[in-house]
């Protein structure tokens, strides 16, 4: 069964983005270090004629 939820009406620019923006930032930190940590054994690996 579903269930029935309070709907408000949206209104744009009211919304608190700040939990979505911290988020994304630690998206965006964590996914940099992969790139640059992926890079770095690649190049080892190269180094390394593996």
Request: net charge negative.
């Amino acid at each position: 069964m579903a269930t029935h939820h309070e709907t408000t009406e949206y209104k744009h620019g009211e919304m608190d983005t700040t939990q979505h923006e911290k988020t994304f930032a630690g998206f965006v930190r964590v996914s940099s270090w992969v790139v640059i940590i992926s890079l770095a054994v690649l190049v080892f690996m190269a180094l390394v004629n593996a």
